[in-house]
């Protein structure tokens, strides 16, 4: 089945540093989704993507959709200390309009 | 607030019981999905209503069983609980189910002791 892989697993930064998050499918994507899960909270989404090289900004946020659809990114300028949490991509592909999820990076940020 | 109510917020029970899990989904939202959060499965896809039918299944034990009733809230019924199936269980909603953003609950904090 679809497989979604997203690295780092993990991400400490000072405020103030830049931020990126991968993610990977195994499959041509629909559509990809970003949420973001603040600790001991829930996923709450942030953005789709559809076209094929997309890029959106969302602030100090920047999205990018792969040329293939098989991959996309997140990109945090100048990290603050309300972006810790863990940001999730979510890939609909493959035959599939189910939302595979990625493992996950978790963002520390040190003030 | 994402509008998806879940309850309850948290439950322990012990291995062998039952319980039941609640959902009630974004008003005007048709589908809801069911996911497992554990620490080391990430986000685990187990069952998709949309109006009232089964639409998709993923990693769903038989033991475990799910429904969307007429007014488009959802139950997930989980049997003969294992020491491994403590997690978190959260319940989404969207609005018809494919292509669409998904509206996560605060989520069911379930231990099996």
């Known amino acids: 089945g679809q497989q979604v892989m997203q690295i780092p697993q993990y991400q400490h930064v000072q405020e103030g540093e830049d931020f990126t998050t991968y993610c990977n499918s195994s499959?041509?994507?629909?559509?990809i989704q970003w949420y973001k899960q603040r600790p001991g909270g829930h996923p709450v989404f942030l953005i789709q993507?559809?076209?094929?090289?997309e890029v959106k900004k969302q602030k100090r946020l920047t999205f990018q959709f792969g040329e293939a659809k098989k991959n996309s990114s997140l990109h945090i300028t100048a990290t603050q200390t309300t972006d810790v949490g863990t940001y999730f991509c979510?890939?609909?592909?493959?035959?599939?309009?189910?939302?595979?999820f990625g493992r996950g990076t978790s963002l520390i940020v040190h003030p | 607030d994402s509008g998806v109510t879940q309850t309850p917020k948290h439950l322990i029970t012990a291995t062998g019981q039952r319980v039941t899990l609640r959902c009630s989904p974004r008003?005007?939202?048709?589908?809801v999905y069911w996911y497992q959060q554990s620490l080391d499965q990430g986000l685990q896809f187990l069952i998709q209503?949309?109006?009232?039918?089964?639409?998709a299944k993923g990693n769903i034990l038989e033991r475990f069983s799910a429904q969307q009733f007429p007014d488009l809230h959802s139950e997930l019924n989980l049997s003969s609980l294992e020491l491994g199936d403590s997690a978190l269980y959260f319940c989404?909603?969207?609005?018809?189910?494919?292509?669409?953003?998904?509206?996560f609950g605060n989520g069911t904090r379930l231990t099996v002791t």
């Open positions: 209503y949309y109006n009232g039918e089964e639409r």
């Open positions: 989404a909603s969207s609005r018809d189910g494919e292509n669409s953003p998904l509206h």
């Open positions: 993507l559809v076209k094929s090289g």
């Open positions: 008003s005007g939202d048709l589908s």
């Open positions: 979510a890939g609909e592909g493959g035959g599939s309009y189910i939302p595979t």
């Open positions: 499959t041509t994507l629909s559509n």
